[in-house]
T-cell receptor, first 110, second 113 residues
Framework: RKEVEQDPGPFNVPEGATVAFNCTYS??????FFWYRQDCRKEPKLLMS???SGNEDGRFTAQLNRASQYISLLIRDSKLSDSATYLC???????????FGRGTSLIVHP | EAGVTQFPSHSVIEKGQTVTLRCDPISGHDNLYWYRRVMGKEIKFLLH????????ESGMPNNRFLAERTGGTYSTLKVQPAELEDSGVYFC???????????FGDGTRLSIL
């Protein structure tokens, strides 16, 4: 089983839709969680950290479920510019080496 | 504030040649990381510096790869001799603290012919 798993998609949604991605992790000692966004042939860019209590940044909401070992990203009112690959990144306690998922591709169409 | 910069942006070399990639982290970031993404695969960790010290190089594929960070500022990653399977995008990232979000450079696209 991979350490960090994501549905590669693509998720194909119309503008204005709400879409959610999940990311599961296998190491129960994982401590830090992040969502990054990567545009085609560009570098990953931090979208948001994921806190235990859940957090929101505009149209984006991230949540952590430690019991089931997954994090989620919810995007409301999708924009065309949201089209990208969303990478889940997990740091384990005691290790500062992040583990990346392969990413989930999102395509927002008019 | 300048971001993480990497040079070159692209490199095309023949098998057996040597290539050196450079990364300039964000000023003041002690933590510097190298990663590689092979086509169709996830981003994989290569190694981690704290200042000039290698903290973890468990992801380095083999001894053809050598990373340095003399003086704790910029870092270089040398591949010698390059093999076909070394092709990919090499990312550098930096962070202030070890468990804090990392900021990535644009990457170096390396093609071995």
């Amino acid at each position: 089983r991979k350490e960090v798993e994501q549905d590669p998609g693509p998720f194909n949604v119309p503008e204005g839709a709400t879409v959610a991605f999940n990311c599961t992790y296998s190491n129960s000692a994982s401590q830090s969680f992040f969502w990054y966004r990567q545009d085609c042939r560009k570098e990953p860019k931090l979208l948001m950290s994921v806190y235990s209590s859940g957090n929101e940044d505009g149209r984006f909401t991230a949540q952590l479920n430690r019991a089931s070992q997954y994090i989620s990203l919810l995007i409301r009112d999708s924009k065309l510019s949201d089209s990208a690959t969303y990478l889940c990144v997990v740091n384990s306690k005691g290790s500062y080496i992040p583990t990346f998922g392969r990413g989930t591709s999102l395509i927002v169409h008019p | 504030e300048a971001g993480v910069t990497q040079f070159p942006s692209h490199s095309v070399i023949e098998k057996g040649q040597t290539v050196t990639l450079r990364c300039d982290p964000i000023s003041g970031h002690d933590n510097l990381y190298w990663y590689r993404r092979v086509m169709g695969k996830e981003i994989k960790f290569l190694l981690h510096f704290v200042k000039e010290s290698k903290q973890d190089e468990s992801g380095m594929p083999n001894n053809r790869f050598l990373a340095e960070r003399t003086g704790g500022t910029y870092s270089t990653l040398k591949v010698q001799p390059a093999e076909l399977e070394d092709s990919g995008v090499y990312f550098c990232a930096s962070s202030q603290g070890r468990n804090q979000p990392q900021h990535f450079g644009d990457g170096t696209r390396l093609s071995i012919l």
